[in-house]
């Protein structure tokens, strides 16, 4: 039994005030010492108060409050601070905490003549946190009462505006707070000044407040080191205390949000949300952001990347994006706040003030004041729609409070959601209805044309689909399971949309799992369950393809699943059976027998085989035209065309070692290619290795041409299946070069340095250009694109652009420990042979560059050991070992003057030196 049990049971008898009072202290005797004076005192105020929630208003509740606090068995302080944390519940009604403030008052003028330092003298460090936490929690109670909507407002206001005067009049004495925690708090005080309403005494009692913690952080000889670490003197100096944007923050917000959105699907991307949440963690101890100024940045920097998309598919994805998924992100990114107890904040008053800033920004403050069922032109455009929606989507999470935006609840209702309670189903039901279990195709696309023009409906799809799928593949219902699969991977839309809210790597590694144990020995009708089940393999294809899975699950399963290519050798049972089924003049066919007797994931090794063997046999003359055609047309229906990509990848390694014997091949390879039934898997994941090999120039056998074989038409098709397009005359002018490709990320980079030199959003596709280069050319690429006089009158937005490129997670090599550890040197000896002007702007910008980089990573990482685990780190290494080391290779080049001035910079720089003693240690 505890005192809220013992409170609850008194309450609900109808014991007096006197007679509770007496049973607690009873209780308390018998449980000391685990009940101490102040533990007891926050324990009691914790049982009354909790009470409120289900009898709000209650005249026995503040008797027992009275009489408690009479009696002494409860201070003020603790009364305080324990009703300061009540007011984070949404479940305690205006007019209640009307009435609490107003018993703490009335207490602390019966104890007048007792300052409150006699309760809680602030004589040692301690209690001074307790204090402040006392008043951080004050700060959050003024921006909850700012943004209530009750008709008791003004009264609320007055009470809640005295309490807190009071609360401040009771820390006279500050010299023991920490200069890190006085910076925080007055980081707050300042964002409350500046964005919150206030009475006159409460706006004096408040700068008053702000003023000695002001005088606090400029005479603690602490500050220096304390503050560098934490990343938040500067904010309370003034240097981002304001909501404004800063061209540089909402680079690097932009650069991270479209890191995420290009590695959706997989763990670096929206639908792992620890990962998301530790990165926007970080990202703000890194910039020392106030959680508005987080709040402000990020959703500035997502408009922008939504404003600035030219396609169809780009706009779904980023609306999807931001409607359906950023304001959950943005809830469990306050939950890790609470958790952390970074700063006792009010996200709710702090995401009111940041759109407030945002729809200034944009133009677009109208929205926030003319509500959703003004039918005026504008309100019908597609802009209004979203941004609506996107507000919608914010009260929904309770980001924001209804009548912020003066909306009304029927206007959050859209046109699936409608239609769903006309049927009288939930919106699951009835998507499940309409997709999994509809058998007219027509109806489903429909369905689904339907589903990707309503983002409001996304987040419940990706739910439902990944429910079903999970379900199906545990259950082995290769039925079902395939027609979700084809569902998945024959619309392009869906597997986007399921991208940004769920892991596509986990529906990947299920389906493994499927594929692993799957037969068809005892099934009714094999052909049509092998059919199903490679419904379930082109999923597994298209996707990993798709968004580049294949480097985040073993290299094992694919090799496995065929993504990887192998052939074996000719001669075994099953491979004669086969042969003989698909290519033999006597065959009748493949008959239920051979399926049943095969297992599945065999016939995916098998079948680049039996293929390869047939073509040895069609080139060699062994083989009637008409046997060989009719055995091909086996592998493009629907029974065994998902054994295509093992196929084609050995046909193009085999065409690259014969070539002029390989005329079957290449007539093959055109055949399937060009077939309105290739699964799209084959070119996605074959298309880079068609290409490769076309541009080494193949010696053709001397019978053929260029246009027999139709090779520029194979050309172009894997273009567009990489989205690559071509002006008219490319492709013969650089048919036999590949320095277009080679040339693709300088491109890149060249581009997005340019449109952040202009103030727009940057874009470079990592996974893109480190594919099409090597790490170690991607990262000299970006050096020396940004080392031009151009980009350097431009330091500080470049700086961040690069800083920004090093150190975001993701899933293709780690590119910091490569920069410092590899590039650095060899751009050292390369800045030492510079003359003086370039060479003192390399030197800046290498040494600007290391100790942002290194100081981002670091807060990054700390994030991500606090978000995740303490192992987790997202830069490939320790940044403690990185700089370590680059301390060590520092040093061993002081006799070169670029390596002694890029040492001397950084062992002067205040800030750098406090994050990494490490890097000390070894100079």
Not at 321 to 336: N, Y
Not at 497 to 514: D, G, Q
Not at 741 to 759: C, F, N, V, Y
């Amino acid at each position: 039994m505890s005192l809220a049990d013992l409170t609850r049971s008194c309450f609900q008898n109808g014991i007096s005030p006197e007679q509770w009072t007496s049973h607690c202290q009873m209780f308390i005797g018998r449980n000391d010492p685990y009940y101490g004076s102040s533990n007891s005192g926050t324990a009691l105020s914790n049982s009354v108060i909790s009470l409120y929630h289900r009898h709000p208003g209650d005249t026995r509740l503040h008797d027992y409050l009275r009489n408690g606090l009479d009696e002494g068995m409860i201070s003020v302080v603790d009364f305080v601070a324990t009703l300061l944390q009540a007011v984070r519940s949404p479940e305690l009604r205006d007019d209640t905490l009307d009435i609490l403030c107003k018993i703490a008052l009335d207490t602390h003028r019966w104890v007048a003549k007792l300052p409150m330092v006699s309760y809680v003298a602030i004589a040692n460090s301690h209690t001074a946190v307790i204090m402040m936490d006392v008043v951080q929690d004050a700060f959050t109670l003024l921006r909850t009462v700012n943004s209530s909507s009750s008709s008791r407002f003004h009264t609320l206001l007055f009470s809640t505006s005295k309490l807190i005067v009071v609360i401040l009049s009771w820390v006279p004495d500050i010299s023991r707070v920490s200069a890190s925690r006085a910076a925080l708090l007055l980081a707050d005080a300042n964002d409350i000044l500046h964005t919150s309403q206030l009475l006159p005494d409460v706006r004096q009692a408040l700068q008053s407040f702000a003023l000695s913690l002001s005088f606090l952080i400029g005479n603690d000889a602490k500050v220096a080191r304390e503050a560098q670490m934490m990343q938040t003197l500067h904010l309370a100096l003034g240097k981002k205390e304001t909501l404004g944007p800063d061209r540089s923050d909402v680079i690097t917000c932009t650069m991270l949000l479209q890191a995420l959105v290009t590695c959706r699907g997989g763990d670096f991307g929206p639908g792992c949300v620890a990962n998301t949440v530790a990165m926007f963690f970080g990202m703000q101890r890194w910039n020392a952001w106030s959680t508005s100024a987080l709040y402000t940045h990020l959703l500035i920097a997502a408009f922008t990347c939504t404003q600035a998309q030219n396609t169809h598919r780009g706009s779904l994805i980023w609306k999807s994006f931001m409607i359906g998924r950023l304001p959950f992100l943005l809830l469990a990114l306050e939950k890790v706040f609470e958790i952390h107890g970074i700063a006792k904040i009010d996200c709710q008053s702090a995401m009111q003030a940041s759109l407030s800033s945002v729809f200034e920004h944009f133009g677009w403050v109208n929205f926030l004041h003319r509500d959703v069922t003004d039918h005026s032109d504008e309100s019908h455009t597609s802009t209004s729609r979203f941004i609506r929606r996107f507000l919608h989507s914010l009260v929904d999470v309770n980001a924001i409070n209804s009548a912020f935006i003066r909306t009304s609840t029927n206007s959050t209702t859209h046109t699936l959601q409608a239609e769903a309670y006309i049927h009288g189903q939930d919106m699951e039901t009835y998507l499940n209805l309409k997709l999994i279990q509809e058998q007219n195709q027509n109806e489903t696309d429909s369905t689904v044309k339907r589903i990707c023009q309503d983002p409001g409906s996304h987040v419940i799809f990706a739910k439902m689909i990944q429910k079903h799928f999970l379900s199906f593949s545990k259950a082995f219902d290769v039925e079902l399971l395939g027609r979700l699969s084809r569902l998945l991977f024959s619309h392009n839309p869906v597997l986007d949309i399921l991208s940004v809210y769920i892991t596509i790597s986990l529906l990947i590694s299920e389906a493994m799992a499927f594929l692993s144990g799957y037969d068809c020995e005892t099934v009714g009708d094999p052909q049509t369950a092998l059919s199903h089940l490679g419904n379930v393999v082109l999923f597994v294809q298209v996707a990993s393809a798709r968004f580049q899975l294949m480097r985040e699950l073993p290299s094992s399963d694919f090799a496995h699943f065929e993504l990887i290519p192998s052939i074996e050798g000719f001669g075994g049972p099953c491979t004669t059976l086969w042969f003989k089924a698909l290519f033999d003049t006597n065959s009748e066919g493949i008959e239920d027998t051979i399926l049943r007797s095969t297992n599945p994931t065999n016939l995916l090794i098998i079948s680049s085989t039996v293929f390869s063997h047939a073509i040895r046999a069609r080139y060699e003359g062994k083989m009637d035209q008409d046997v060989f055609s009719n055995g091909i047309s086996y592998f493009m229906s629907p029974l065994l065309k998902w054994t295509l990509v093992s196929i084609v990848k050995v046909m193009l390694s085999e065409i690259q070692r014969e070539c002029l014997a390989a005329s079957v091949h290449i007539e093959v390879l055109r055949t399937l290619l060009l077939s309105p039934s290739c699964p799209p898997s084959v070119l996605n994941l074959c298309g880079a290795d068609i290409l490769k090999m076309l541009s080494i120039g193949l010696p053709l056998p001397p019978s053929s041409s260029r246009q027999v074989y139709d090779l520029d038409i194979i050309r172009n098709t894997a273009l567009q299946s990489l989205a690559v397009v071509e002006k008219a005359g490319d492709a013969s002018k650089n048919h036999h070069s590949r320095a277009t490709w080679m040339d693709q990320p300088r491109k890149i980079i060249h581009g997005s340095l340019a449109l952040t030199r202009e103030g727009k959003a940057p874009y470079i596709n990592l996974a893109r250009c480190l594919t099409l280069s090597s790490p170690m050319q991607f990262v000299r690429l970006l050096w020396y694109e940004l080392n031009t006089p151009a980009n350097v009158r431009e330091m500080e937005a470049c700086r961040n652009l690069v800083t920004s490129i090093l150190v975001m997670p993701q899933p293709t090599t780690p590119l910091l420990p490569l920069f410092l550890h590899i590039a650095l040197p060899v751009l050292i000896s390369a800045v030492d042979q510079q003359q003086p002007p370039e060479k003192l702007m390399s030197i800046e910008l290498l040494a600007a560059i290391v100790s942002s980089s290194l100081t981002a990573a670091m807060h990054i990482e700390c994030a991500s050991q606090s978000v995740l685990s303490p192992q987790s780190n997202g830069t490939g290494q320790s940044t403690t070992l990185i700089a370590m080391k680059l301390g060590g290779y520092l040093r061993s080049r002081s006799s070169c003057n670029a390596g002694a001035a890029i040492l001397q910079r950084l062992s002067c720089n205040p800030s750098f030196m406090t994050n990494f003693p490490a890097f000390m240690m070894e100079l």
